[in-house]
């Protein structure tokens, strides 16, 4: 059985609030686009998480499917810096 099909995955619809994206979604090649095509990667489904219950959602699924996890962030920033002792 594919995960698509399992309870787990019709859990994770019923409560997420964000994006599913899957391979057969007229936009999956679009949601996988990443900074450099070398990071690109294909995935089962692509989750775009509106809140922190999406992402408790997505890790819950991703885990009980035993699926991969990347994360991409959504920073305008290019460098992080950090200050100590202040």
Same mark, same amino acid.
């Given at each position: ?18 994006? &599913?994206? &899957? ?8 949601? &996988? ?54």
């Amino acid at each position: 059985m594919s995960f698509i099909q399992s309870t787990a995955f019709k859990q994770l619809k019923a409560v997420f609030k964000g994006t &599913l994206v &899957l391979p057969t979604c007229p936009n999956y090649q679009e949601s &996988l686009k990443r900074w450099s095509i070398l990071a690109e990667r294909p995935a089962g489904v692509v989750a775009f998480v509106e809140d922190e219950g999406d992402v408790s959602a997505a890790v819950r699924f991703a885990t009980e499917a035993k699926l991969e996890i990347a994360i991409k962030g959504k920073s305008l920033l290019t460098f992080v810096t950090s200050r100590r002792g202040t």
